[in-house]
């Protein structure tokens, strides 16, 4: 429909009036807003939002691409509520911070989502990136502009910021992925090799309302994941958590949501000067790919999704981690940016460090998105540290040229409660020892030769409603693993003695476990725990694989830790009943101190129906022999 609307129709950056920005949050003095449609190379306009500080000469901009409204239509009396901004608009409160720091910052509604025009063949497509190196030129032909451009973003929204260093402009001299993939395969949609399902339908289904402009539809869903992790809740959380853990679900419930929803807010705010028409054209343009759809075609690394309109048709095709060479020529200064509870992303951050020179390393105590504190031990869930802070010293540096003191990796480690530095990751002080599994649910630090435990599994079993996973769409439920105690009974577990002394693990943990199953393939999930003193038991990390791509070597991709599996199609190996094979795999990474008196536990598992598609057979056993054993990252006190 965009060929349909003349580019006459387009609001030019002549035309467009300042504006006031949002009522809200205590906006900065003097600082105005405009937005804008920019026409692209093959016309398709592309709906940004400028915002400059009072002084608007020799500006560093910071740009955020993102696919989830570059701002909100938000209706009165709720404009007045810093609330609604705070739930509407995740960027507000950096934004505002940089604007009072005097940077222009400039949002960008990708193509084929909130009022851009354009179609989105899939997520960070050759189009998409190709806008933002437009945008970038756009940005430094203005007379506020320095010539230097930054790019930041939340989870999609930091993959575009990265994808970004992809189109060679010299401008761009920092970008700080937050919270972001690095490869789309291993990351998100299969770690393992297992399908995350529940996130990628959640996610589409999201996708989808936004780009139909059903903000109330979007959030709605959104809600109702909200709820399903608050009625987990154990009963002496809040009062008003409890509340929400009564709100039902299914079609009447959504329907009460999208009905309130309407009336806080209309969708994506139109460009200034826009009737409406632009918008209603815009909206229908977005006749988009549904990533969920094309990843239930998809089982190997290198299958190809037969109604993906890319001529490229596998997940690697747009997926950051193929673009390396260009992040790597792009000279541009690179802070990757997690949280240990943040889906798998935190590996995602390691990977780009490991893989870029000169960059900076930051993983703390977060969930995705960085809102809470997820370690167990902290006085509160709210998140003190200053992430906006950090972003400042590193933006300064780089494109004002301010001193930055900074070490290239920053960690915290949970159960000491505070913050280390290192040269490199893993830290160099971290020395590899091994436990192994031994008769009795016992792990041992001498190898055991009597072992052969049988497990059924347990195809109902999951790990609650507000993991890692769930994290990865937000959640106001702190993010946690409760009642470990009680699915140990559903799982196979081996217990360490009670330890002399503390214990940090620091890196990337790996099993090898040498088993025996009695179908062609399965899954095999493994949770590194902490059981207290007092019997509490607390999840450190997971890790899982689908047995039938256990085969470790070949070329790797990128560097990175633990075993290598390629996940493609020509290296899949079924099993045979009579074989014994050995399953090898990291979990993901993790800085950990367990306290002495603790014991190590490993807990294995071959379904997580929360969250990953059901195993391919309908009964499935294995068992688990001698010579399985649990390497651990270890730091010296």
Not at 332 to 338: D, E, G, M, R, V
Request: hydrophobic share 40%; charged share 25%; net charge neutral.
């Amino acid at each position: 429909m965009a060929k349909g609307v003349t580019r006459g129709m387009a609001i030019s950056s002549d035309r467009a009036t300042w504006q006031s920005p949002p009522v809200g949050r205590p906006r900065v003095p003097g600082t105005e807003r405009r937005s804008l449609y920019l026409p692209m190379r093959d016309g398709v306009r592309i709906a940004v939002d400028v915002y400059l500080p009072a002084s608007r000469q020799h500006l560093a901009t910071i740009v955020r691409p993102t696919r989830y409204f570059r701002g909100v239509a938000i209706k009165e009396p709720f404009r007045r509520l810093d609330a609604m901004e705070w739930l509407l608009d995740h960027a507000a409160e950096t934004r505002h911070r940089f604007l009072a720091e005097g940077y222009a910052w400039v949002d960008v509604c990708a193509r084929g989502s909130g009022a851009s025009f354009g179609k989105r063949p899939c997520p960070w497509s050759p189009d998409e990136v190709a806008d933002y190196g437009e945008v970038i030129d756009w940005i430094v032909a203005q007379p506020w502009s320095n010539g230097r451009v930054g790019a930041t973003g939340v989870s999609y929204d930091g993959t575009a910021a990265e994808m970004m260093l992809a189109t060679g402009r010299e401008a761009l001299r920092a970008v700080a992925p937050r919270f972001s993939l690095f490869d789309i395969y291993a990351d998100v949609a299969f770690p393992g090799g297992i399908h995350l399902a529940w996130f990628t339908k959640a996610w589409s289904g999201f996708n989808r309302a936004l780009d139909d402009n059903r903000l109330d539809r979007a959030f709605a869903l959104k809600l109702q994941t909200q709820f399903r992790a608050l009625r987990s809740l154990p009963d002496r959380w809040p009062r008003w958590a409890r509340g929400f853990r009564e709100l039902g679900e299914g079609p009447a419930a959504d329907a009460a949501l999208e009905r309130i929803l309407r009336a806080v807010a209309s969708g994506v705010r139109p460009v200034d000067g826009d009737d409406g028409g632009l918008l209603r054209a815009a909206v229908g343009d977005h006749d988009n790919y549904d990533v969920h759809d094309g990843a239930t075609r998809v089982v190997h690394r290198d299958d190809e999704d037969s109604q993906s309109p890319l001529d490229e048709k596998v997940i690697d095709a747009f997926s950051p981690h193929r673009y390396l060479d260009a992040f790597r020529s792009s000279g541009a200064a690179i802070l990757s940016y997690s949280g240990w509870l943040d889906g798998a992303y935190q590996h995602s951050a390691i990977k780009r460090f490991r893989n870029i020179e000169g960059g900076r390393l930051v993983i703390g105590p977060w969930d995705h998105g960085g809102t809470q504190n997820v370690s167990p031990f902290a006085p509160a869930r709210k998140t003190a540290f200053d992430q906006d802070g950090e972003l400042l010293r590193f933006f300064d540096h780089h494109l004002r040229d301010r001193p930055e003191d900074a070490p290239p990796v920053r960690y915290f480690t949970v159960g000491h409660e505070r913050w280390k530095s290192a040269s490199t990751w893993p830290p160099p002080v971290a020395r590899v020892r091994s436990w192994h599994l031994g008769r009795g649910g016992r792990l041992l630090e001498a190898p055991s030769s009597d072992l052969a435990d049988t497990y059924l599994v347990d195809r109902d079993l999951g790990t609650g409603r507000r993991s890692r996973w769930d994290a990865l769409l937000g959640l106001l439920a702190p993010v946690g693993y409760s009642g470990r105690s009680e699915r140990a009974r559903r799982m196979l577990v081996y217990r360490s003695g009670p330890l002399p002394t503390s214990l940090e693990v620091t890196g990337h943990p790996v099993v090898r476990l040498r088993m025996r199953f009695d179908v062609p393939d399965a899954f095999v999930f493994a949770y590194l725990e902490e059981e207290r003193p007092d019997g509490t038991v607390h999840y450190v990390t997971e890790g899982e694989l689908r047995v039938s791509a256990r085969a470790v070597g070949g070329d790797a991709p990128y560097v990175t830790e633990g075993p290598h599996h390629s996940f493609r199609r020509g290296d899949a190996r079924p099993v045979s009943s009579e074989e014994t094979v050995e399953v090898a795999f990291d979990l993901l990474p993790t800085s950990w101190c367990l306290g002495p008196k603790s014991r190590l536990r490993l807990a294995l598992a071959g379904a997580d129906a929360d969250h990953f598609v059901a195993p391919p057979h309908a009964t499935t056993r294995f068992t688990v022999m001698a010579g399985s054993t649990l390497e651990l990252p270890i730091v010296a006190e």
